[in-house]
């Protein structure tokens, strides 16, 4: 589980010096009981800007390592819409860096809409 979370803090970091404004760790990772030899990493990431690929996959020690990528008016939108992956990161995920603006959103409370349900 070390190895696990020496990884969550390289690509939090990384993903800070990206200019991301806020990140989560998403998904079966975040209980450690549930994290076993093939499992993978997930994270959502949202940066001020719009961003080129949105969802990218990569391997490091072994871990599957998925990175879904937003800008932060691509993720607004798709919470209004009610984005199931971006309602539970938002309510569940692990947030990595960003507090401040992921607690205001949070206050914001926002629904799956019939769209999505």
């Not at 993903?15 to 991301?20: H, L, P, R, S, V």
């Not at 975040?30 to 499992?39: I, Q, T």
């Not at 719009?50 to 919470?79: C, P």
Request: proline share 2%; no cysteine.
């Amino acid at each position: 589980m070390k190895d696990i979370k020496n990884l969550v803090n390289l690509y939090s970091k990384r993903f800070e010096k990206e200019g991301a404004i806020f990140a989560f760790q998403v998904g079966s990772s975040l209980r450690e009981k549930e994290f076993f030899e093939n499992s993978d990493l997930d994270f959502l990431v949202v940066y001020k800007k719009r961003v080129r690929k949105n969802f990218t996959v990569k391997f490091e020690k072994g871990v599957e390592i998925n990175i879904m990528r937003r800008s932060k008016e691509q993720f607004l939108s798709l919470l209004k819409e009610g984005s199931p992956v971006d309602l539970i990161s938002l309510k569940f995920g692990k947030v990595l860096f960003g507090e401040d603006l992921v607690r205001e959103l949070k206050m914001k409370n926002y629904k799956p809409t019939e769209k999505n349900n």
